[in-house]
């Protein structure tokens, strides 16, 4: 449905996104969401007859069996039911509604996917060939410093399990200090400290000196930069030659992304022994159920703690 919000919804709507700002640190990104979400929403009211601070129950059930027929999956849904919800949970505190008529809704059934993980002997590959490359003298200059710019970009996600959006914004500074940890600004601002193994601090340190070699990029404050607009390599750009370098290693490019290595790195932690609370500090999740997703990988871990230890397993 197109359309602004009347003015009384876009008040509301722009209380809620404040608070959203300012108390949560929610991105941009995710302020556009809510915005589309809920400016939809707002549109089904007003032609109802009725808006926001008005709304019923019964409103809002209409409202998402109307998404449904549109053919909404089951996973949009539940983040348009999850903005209903914080919207009039937020009105409800704030006094701008006497109550709360989304708290009753449920939402749709749907089973949470696994994340694709890699195994340890994939990711060594990758890391082998990725070397392989970066160490090939007889090379071009340039074709060797993209080889090198590759493999501290694995390196260092699966040292430190970053999201691309980390790991595509580290500064220069960070390869130029000999430090056993990064300082990272996160989702919403947050900053979090992850270890850096010294695989990593080599492919770092390997990769500036090159780019120092052939003078490229010298002023950049971005250790990956790039001609584009944001002035630092894109994910896109990284996706492109990890799926590229993944097909010379046997792995079907449908199975690697960036994110899927920042998978690996807490699966491969948590299948040695991680506790679960550390690998969340480790990856910035604010709610350990986030976490959770990856607690499939201990099932066979757990099955076979079990049979050797337990008094009554198995001889």
Known sequence: MAGRPNASDETLIDLFLDMQAAERGAGANTLSAYRNDLTDLSAHLRAAGTGIAKAATDDLRTYLAGLEARGFKASSLARRLSALRQLYRFLYAEDKRGDDPAAVLEGPKRARALPKVLSIAEVDALLAQAR???DNAEQPPGTRLRAARLLCLLEVVYATGLRVSELMALPAAAARR????????GK?????LVPLNGAAKRAMREYLGLREAVKRDAASKWLFPSFG???HLTRQHFARD???LGARCGIM????????LRHAFASHLLHNGADLRVVQTLLGHAD???TQIYTHVLEDRLKSLVRDLHPLGED
């Open 132 to 134: 392989t490359d970066a």
């Open 178 to 185: 000999d430090q056993a940890m990064l300082v990272v600004r």
């Open 188 to 192: 919403g601002g947050k900053e979090r």
């Open 229 to 231: 607009e944001q002035g």
């Open 242 to 244: 990890l799926k590229a």
């Open 253 to 260: 490019p449908v199975r690697l992304s960036p994110h899927v």
């Open 288 to 290: 350990i159920s986030t």
